[in-house]
């Protein structure tokens, strides 16, 4: 499947090992509160859990990692925390970039950024640029993101840039203008901290991916928690819409 085709129109080639994989990081809070160490303490401790997913990517030959950092329904948190939030995530973005850089990763943010201050918008258009030819490991973090606001954002490019009238489009057309058109819908999606759901994230892009939810907290997913997600996946038979008589011929 080539970038920004939707899978319920075409079937993608798969492996054993996902080209895409999706993560939602849940359970930072409730790891610290275990622990009784303050939600911010999870939060820090979570951002480890991101350098050894990333590593553990690389050494698995997962082309795409896209990290649900922050939601655009997470500004209804405290206003303490979403403070903090921010600070992380600007002081992240000031310290990893380059390492990003070193190790061949490219990075993306996908999201309405617009409402982060400058000096995060910055850092992160920085990082965009300065690995943008890296081609290892496109590691993805969508923040201030919501799956309908990226629909709807699509919509609304797409009918600013068409000429037609009245406007004439389908799924291929539609999908050039979604936030993650670079990069193949995702084979595997991951949500840690024991909640089965997908919280308006990549609604459009998951309608065909393996999901896999643990009880383990973010700050606990490590190498062999990141092994058994994979080995989940390899048990699966992807049909996109046919038999399983089809699939074996």
């Not at 903090?84 to 993306?108: P, T, W, Y």
Request: hydrophobic letters at 35%; one cysteine or more.
């Amino acid at each position: 499947m080539s970038q920004g085709t939707s899978s319920t129109r075409e079937i993608p080639e798969t492996g054993l090992k996902p080209k895409h994989i999706a993560i939602i990081m849940d359970g930072n809070g409730r790891w610290a509160r275990k622990r009784y160490l303050p939600r911010m303490a999870g939060h820090k401790q979570g951002v480890e859990t991101v350098r050894n997913v990333i590593k553990s990517c690389s050494d698995h030959g997962v082309e795409y990692l896209t990290l649900f950092a922050f939601s655009s329904e997470n500004w209804r948190r405290p206003a303490d925390e979403v403070s903090f939030l921010m600070q992380l995530f600007a002081g992240a973005l000031e310290q990893e970039i380059s390492k990003l850089h070193e190790n061949g990763i490219r990075f993306k943010v996908i999201g309405d950024i617009s409402r982060f201050e400058s000096r995060i918008i910055q850092f992160i258009k920085k990082g965009e640029q300065l690995t943008a030819k890296n081609s290892k490991l496109t590691l993805t973090i969508a923040a201030n993101y919501g799956g309908r606001w990226d629909i709807m954002q699509a919509i609304q490019q797409m009918m600013e840039n068409s000429s037609e009238l009245p406007i004439q489009f389908d799924e291929e057309k539609l999908a050039q203008y979604l936030s993650m058109y670079y990069a193949p819908e995702p084979d595997l999606f991951i949500r840690t901290g024991g909640e089965c759901r997908i919280s308006n994230f990549l609604l459009w892009q998951l309608a065909y991916t393996e999901l896999y939810f643990t009880d383990t907290l973010w700050p606990d997913f490590d190498e062999n928690e990141f092994n058994m997600a994979i080995q989940s996946y390899q048990q699966r038979e992807r049909r996109f819409g046919q038999t399983s008589e089809q699939i074996q011929q």
